[in-house]
């Protein structure tokens, strides 16, 4: 999304930094949208909306080659390190642009596949984006969608203290017109947007690292000047055996055709 056609309430919450860019880099196809997998295969154009720094959008491309895959995102310094790695992997059936999910600049049924990962529980119209998506997208063509649903979070060990940070961060979250327990209104948002054959699956990711998904959250709540919750799962991210495990909801569907 171009930073002046943002939703007046709405603000990406991770921001840049190199923490949040390392988060988001270890990010692939296979471990992010093994979901979309059947609907991928060699000649489907696909648009990948909210590629971030292209990691997934770069497997996309592997997948549908030799056709065109198309990467866009709100931020020129994304699209920058996309390119910059689809250079690194030799990776040339693929495009990256600065673009805006609500007016994406392709013409009506470009594409035969539009992917969004983690992109839509940062919007405070997703349904909106939705129907963009849906009208650059092909009669008969498959989308897939993927975010978060916080009302599914297990954290380990617990604590009232904990509870409430990790609340403060969905609630962070929310001001910035983004919704954290998107994940199970999937299903009626695509049907609102005019989608059919809506088909929904959910899995948990257990993070390996307390310490990597601790930090990066505290790093957000620092910025907003709430330290009581950052130094809460700053001390939570150095206990022994424990968990954080964020459940991700896919869901698929087809535009008639």
Not at 16 to 29: C, I, K, P, V, Y
Not at 88 to 95: L, T
Not at 127 to 136: G, K, P
Request: hydrophobic share 40%; with cysteine; charged share 20%.
């Amino acid at each position: 999304m171009l930073r002046d056609s943002l939703m007046p309430s709405e603000s990406y919450t991770p921001g840049h930094t190199q923490n949040a860019m390392d988060f988001m880099s270890r990010r692939t196809l296979e471990s992010h949208g093994q979901f979309f997998l059947p609907h991928l295969a060699s000649g489907l154009s696909v648009l990948d909306c909210g590629c971030g720094p292209g990691t997934i959008t770069l497997n996309i491309a592997v997948r549908v080659t030799p056709s065109q895959v198309v990467g866009v995102d709100l931020s020129a310094s994304q699209i920058e390190l996309a390119a910059a790695n689809a250079r690194r992997e030799s990776v040339s059936n693929v495009e990256f642009k600065t673009a805006d999910c609500y007016a994406l600049p392709f013409d009506d049924k470009t594409f035969d596949r539009v992917f969004s990962h983690a992109l839509l529980e940062h919007l405070s119209d997703p349904i909106r984006a939705l129907r963009e998506f849906h009208r650059v997208l092909k009669p008969g063509g498959i989308i897939g969608v993927c975010s978060p649903d916080w009302n599914g979070l297990l954290v380990a060990p617990s604590s009232s203290q904990l509870a409430q940070a990790t609340q403060a961060y969905a609630a962070l979250q929310a001001r910035n017109g983004g919704d954290l327990a998107i994940g199970h209104k999937l299903g009626g948002y695509l049907f609102d947007a005019g989608f059919k054959d809506v088909r929904m699956s959910a899995r948990y990711e257990c993070y390996p690292s307390l310490d990597l998904i601790g930090n990066y959250l505290a790093l957000q709540l620092e910025r907003a000047n709430d330290r009581l919750s950052a130094e809460t799962l700053r001390a939570w991210s150095r206990s022994t055996g424990g968990l954080f495990a964020q459940a991700w909801v896919s869901a698929t569907a087809r535009k008639e055709g």
